[in-house]
């Protein structure tokens, strides 16, 4: 049965594939396409963490840090960077530790 996903994979994936018994077709993507099909992959493995059982979060944030890193390669984000700006976030607007659900404002 041939179905189309046309969507980022992992680069083993192909192989998995083929080791199936299966067939793939694969392209190798522009930077600019790489850069757009890892944002979505971003949101993909976002939601997935979001509707993952407690058993499979940590799985599922796994794939999320995965496309994180990637996404820091495409983009020559050094993670300290990132931790750092996370920190300051923090600092400025705290964290989530006291379960606040924002009603409404006026």
Known sequence: MHQEYNKL????????IHQAGRECGVE?????????????KLIEEAQEAAE??????????????EVIDALCA???IERS???AEQEKRHSERGGFDQRFRLLWTQ
């Not at 994979?9 to 998995?16: A, L, M, N, T």
């Not at 190798?28 to 979505?40: F, G, I, K, N, T």
């Not at 993952?52 to 840090?65: M, P, W």
């Open 81 to 83: 960077s990132i931790l």
């Open 28 to 40: 190798v993507m522009s930077e600019a396409e790489y850069h757009q099909a890892l944002r979505d």
């Open 52 to 65: 993952a059982t407690s058993q499979d979060l940590v799985k599922e944030l796994a794939d999320l840090y």
């Open 74 to 76: 495409a983009y020559q």
């Open 9 to 16: 994979v992992r680069d083993g994936i192909p192989e998995i």
